[in-house]
């Protein structure tokens, strides 16, 4: 898995708009992750804790806001939640859908002293 | 106080992945994204394809592989330009690595360039490579639940392979739900049954590879 890549660019994220802000310390950081983005949780705030070390950003808390996957059947319309093995509408049952969430991975806001 | 930073996490990737669009567009190069488990017959495909394309484009292979380079070997025994990136156990391909072997390259004298990601249906799917076109293959023994299980790269691929089609009669693959899941959950794939080693169905797939590098020259002429 590739968490340490992804807290690797988001500890850089986060000190470099801390420092724009002229911050002295960031408390918290909120990013949000799409259902389909395989990112572990536990394993982000691993590396984070490491990789804040001596940081202005060391002890902030990481908030995880998840977002699931969500589509709209192409044939009529309705939103649904597919997953597992139901990749089709749960009203008409057609498999011709847009994926509309679940592919988020960004920074949403940190918050800082 | 509060931050505002709508930032995507791999931003810093995605700016890389941009430099080496501009870099290949410069060159007129196609670059396209190889994906698919270990073992699903990317290597196999890549030889295949530098056969059906010779005499027509010139192309070169950048292969990402966790430690070994015998894969790179094998293409260049064939013949094939190949540069091997080792990823240390890296779980996929990032878009500084692929600058470095673009640099390495001799960019004048190619037309397209496959990278062979590493072998996984995670990782990869996040990480823009400055790729024009990605493409994902699916093997018949694997089964045909693998978009349900990966639905992020099943979704962005914009060619999908099923390869060892000559082992249909042996797995248990249902091909015809296979292929409606994943033109549903992904509209714009094209799908390409074939066999690698036999090489049933290269053809209308190099067709695809030729036609997209004429449709990505028009775009940057
Ligand atoms: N039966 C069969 N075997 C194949 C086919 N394509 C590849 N293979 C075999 O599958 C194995 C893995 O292929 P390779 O191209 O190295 O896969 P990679 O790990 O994705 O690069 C090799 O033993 C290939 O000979 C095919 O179409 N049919
Ligand atoms: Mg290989
Ligand atoms: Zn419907």
């Not at chain 1, 988001?10 to 990112?39: C, H, P, Q, R, Y």
């Not at chain 2, 592989?65 to 260049?76: G, H």
């Not at chain 2, 639940?145 to 962005?156: A, Q, V």
Request: with cysteine; hydrophobic share 40%; proline share 3%.
């Amino acid at each position: 898995m590739h968490e340490m890549t992804i807290t690797r660019s988001l500890v850089d994220i986060t000190l470099e708009e801390a420092g724009k802000a002229n911050a002295t310390k960031v408390t918290s950081v909120s990013i949000v992750l799409g259902e389909m983005s395989g990112a572990v949780d536990q394993s982000v705030e691993f590396y984070f804790e490491l990789m804040t070390r001596d940081t202005i950003a060391e002890g902030a808390k990481i908030n995880f806001r998840k977002v699931p996957n969500r589509a709209k059947c192409r044939k009529c319309g309705n939103i649904f939640k597919p997953g597992g093995i139901f990749w089709e509408c749960d009203k008409c049952h057609s498999m011709e859908m847009e994926i509309i969430s679940g592919r988020e991975l960004y920074v949403e806001s940190i918050e800082v002293d | 106080m509060e931050i505002k930073v709508l930032r995507n996490i791999l931003d810093a990737n995605d700016q890389m992945a941009e430099q080496n669009r501009t870099l290949l567009a410069g060159k007129k190069i196609m670059m396209v994204n190889v994906w698919a488990s270990p073992g699903a017959g990317k290597t196999t495909l890549m030889l295949r394809t530098a056969e059906a394309l010779k005499d027509k484009a010139r192309m070169a292979v950048i292969e990402g592989d966790v430690a070994s380079s015998i894969d790179t070997v094998k293409l260049m025994e064939s013949g094939v330009t190949a540069i091997q990136i080792n990823t240390d156990g890296g779980c996929h391909l990032d878009a500084g690595m692929i600058h470095t072997a673009l640099l390495n390259l001799p960019l004048d004298e190619l037309d397209i360039i496959f990278i062979e990601n590493v072998g996984n249906l995670i990782c990869p799917g996040e990480f823009d490579l400055g790729e024009y076109k990605k493409i994902i293959i699916a093997s018949t023994p694997e089964g045909e639940d693998k978009p349900h299980k990966y639905p992020l790269m099943f979704t962005i691929a914009n060619a999908c392979v099923i390869n060892k089609m000559d082992l249909m009669p042996y797995v248990n693959f249902d091909i015809d739900s296979f292929t409606r899941t994943v033109t549903g959950m992904n509209q714009g794939v094209e799908m390409f049954p074939i066999s690698g080693t036999r090489g049933h169905g290269i053809d209308k797939w190099a067709d695809w590879v030729l036609k997209n590098l004429v449709k990505y020259r028009i775009n940057r002429a």
